[in-house]
């Protein structure tokens, strides 16, 4: 979801910044202390490569096709932490380069998209598992990692009337309350996470055993 | 030196604008913003202007009509929200025409690579994304099948996985060569 400036608080995306980039500085050293002089052009590569699979539209029964976001792949084939860095670099060059998503919303997406999708995609496929097939397990892990993101930008966006209004208590920002924005952005995102989730399961066969 | 200090000038106006919830300061903001493009030297500030409105507009609109279908007396907060929004859209734009990014982030010299390559690596996959949907598009007459588009995920996803692998091999070999390291 792309979240244009200017719906987003400052006092909502500063200390989302701020968090942000510690969970980031932190990703990058775990990252660096695996891989020392590969770092730099694997990490590129990598985020080429996830800039790449938000770009394909993934096939849905019934003939349509939604646009995935590739965090579960990433997060199972590399994980969450290295799918944490890659992406978010994806996410920055978005709204800085190509000029889509805002710089203000740039940290919510990272942290929503980014950082909580590739967390929730990694442990869910870890708990699948142990009771589920592996597709099921795959599927299931693309599918609620796009729900959480979902759920955590809409909890972001949802806050904004209750904590920012003018005098006379009308929004200064984000103007629709919890009770509207969740089900508005959770359920057309049930569509993307199928999506979502058929991708994981297609690229996570053909990749497996590659790496 | 320059590309710095309009970062931290950028840096204060996104703060000074997304604090700013008053009509009047946002219309004159924006019509400040026009005049500095009018007078820049910036290039093609008709398709900047464009740019600037197409990011912004879609969810903006959809958003602030929205709740102005809801609430009647809200034109006051549809012109704030749009304006706001519009004037830091155009305010980015602008910035990211007159600024070198790569320069103003090259206080870190990882961070200033890492943004060459990934940025260059992702120009190189799109165009070669749409080269494989050319493919796909001439070789098949009517839509394809779910099977095909399925196996062409798979191919494609094949394809740029290993793709990345060779070329961050290859660059950091280029990169070992040429002093990066300091080895």
């Given at each position: 979801?792309?979240?244009?400036?200017?719906?987003?608080?400052?006092?909502?995306?500063?200390?989302?910044?701020?968090?942000?980039?510690?969970?980031?500085?932190?990703?990058?050293?775990?990252?660096?202390?695996?891989?020392?002089?590969?770092t730099?052009?694997?990490?590129?590569?990598l985020?080429?490569?996830?800039?790449?699979?938000?770009?394909?539209?993934?096939?849905?029964?019934?003939?349509?096709s939604?646009?995935?976001?590739?965090?579960?792949?990433?997060?199972?084939?590399?994980?969450p932490?290295?799918?944490?860095?890659?992406?978010?670099?994806?996410?920055?060059?978005?709204?800085?380069?190509?000029?889509?998503?805002?710089?203000t919303?740039?940290?919510?997406?990272?942290?929503?998209?980014?950082?909580?999708?590739?967390?929730?995609a990694?442990?869910?496929?870890?708990?699948?598992?142990?009771?589920?097939?592996?597709?099921?397990?795959?599927?299931l892990s693309?599918?609620?990692?796009?729900?959480?993101?979902?759920?955590?930008?809409?909890?972001?966006?949802?806050?904004?009337?209750?904590?920012?209004?003018?005098?006379?208590?009308?929004?200064?920002?984000?103007?629709?309350?919890?009770?509207?924005?969740?089900?508005?952005?959770?359920?057309?995102?049930?569509?993307?996470?199928?999506?979502?989730?058929?991708?994981?399961?297609?690229?996570?066969?053909?990749?497996?055993?590659?790496? | 030196?320059?590309?710095?200090?309009?970062?931290?000038?950028?840096?204060?106006?996104?703060?000074?604008?997304?604090?700013?919830?008053?009509?009047?300061?946002?219309?004159?903001?924006?019509?400040?913003?026009?005049v500095?493009?009018?007078?820049?030297?910036?290039?093609?500030?008709?398709?900047?202007?464009?740019?600037?409105?197409?990011s912004?507009?879609?969810?903006?609109f959809?958003?602030?009509f929205?709740?102005l279908?809801?609430?009647?007396?809200?034109?006051?907060?549809?012109?704030?929200?749009?304006?706001?929004?519009?004037?830091?859209?155009?305010?980015?734009?602008?910035?990211?025409?007159?600024?070198?990014?790569?320069r103003?982030?090259?206080?870190?010299?990882?961070?200033?690579?890492?943004?060459?390559?990934?940025?260059?690596?992702?120009?190189?996959?799109?165009?070669?994304?749409?080269?494989?949907?050319?493919?796909?598009?001439?070789?098949?007459?009517?839509?394809?099948?779910?099977?095909?588009?399925?196996?062409?995920?798979?191919?494609?996803?094949?394809?740029?996985?290993?793709?990345?692998i060779?070329?961050?091999?290859?660059?950091?070999?280029?990169?070992?060569s040429?002093?990066?390291?300091?080895?």
């Amino acid at each position: 979801m792309h979240i244009p400036d200017g719906f987003l608080a400052p006092q909502v995306y500063i200390p989302a910044y701020l968090v942000d980039i510690g969970l980031l500085f932190y990703a990058f050293k775990r990252f660096k202390k695996n891989l020392k002089e590969e770092t730099i052009p694997y990490l590129a590569s990598l985020s080429a490569f996830s800039f790449i699979i938000m770009s394909i539209a993934i096939p849905l029964p019934g003939g349509t096709s939604v646009h995935g976001l590739g965090v579960a792949s990433l997060s199972l084939l590399f994980g969450p932490w290295t799918a944490f860095l890659s992406i978010s670099l994806v996410l920055f060059l978005q709204a800085t380069i190509f000029g889509e998503g805002g710089i203000t919303s740039f940290p919510i997406n990272s942290l929503s998209i980014a950082f909580l999708g590739s967390l929730c995609a990694y442990y869910t496929y870890l708990i699948a598992k142990r009771y589920l097939e592996d597709k099921a397990s795959l599927f299931l892990s693309g599918f609620l990692s796009t729900l959480m993101s979902a759920f955590a930008v809409a909890l972001v966006l949802g806050i904004h009337p209750y904590l920012f209004k003018d005098t006379f208590g009308k929004p200064l920002y984000f103007p629709f309350k919890l009770s509207l924005v969740l089900p508005a952005v959770l359920f057309p995102h049930i569509l993307v996470g199928i999506g979502e989730g058929i991708l994981t399961i297609i690229i996570l066969r053909a990749l497996r055993g590659r790496i | 030196m320059r590309d710095k200090l309009l970062m931290l000038l950028y840096l204060f106006c996104l703060l000074y604008l997304s604090f700013s919830s008053h009509i009047y300061t946002l219309l004159i903001a924006l019509v400040l913003l026009l005049v500095f493009l009018i007078l820049s030297p910036i290039e093609k500030k008709l398709k900047l202007l464009k740019h600037a409105f197409l990011s912004f507009s879609l969810f903006s609109f959809f958003i602030s009509f929205s709740y102005l279908l809801f609430n009647q007396k809200a034109l006051d907060y549809f012109l704030m929200i749009n304006l706001r929004s519009f004037d830091l859209s155009l305010l980015t734009f602008i910035f990211l025409r007159m600024v070198n990014l790569y320069r103003a982030f090259d206080f870190s010299k990882t961070l200033s690579f890492l943004l060459v390559m990934a940025v260059g690596n992702a120009i190189t996959y799109n165009r070669l994304l749409k080269d494989f949907k050319d493919a796909i598009r001439s070789r098949t007459l009517q839509k394809p099948e779910r099977k095909t588009l399925v196996a062409f995920t798979k191919r494609l996803s094949l394809f740029f996985f290993e793709k990345s692998i060779n070329t961050s091999r290859e660059v950091q070999e280029a990169m070992r060569s040429r002093g990066f390291y300091n080895d």
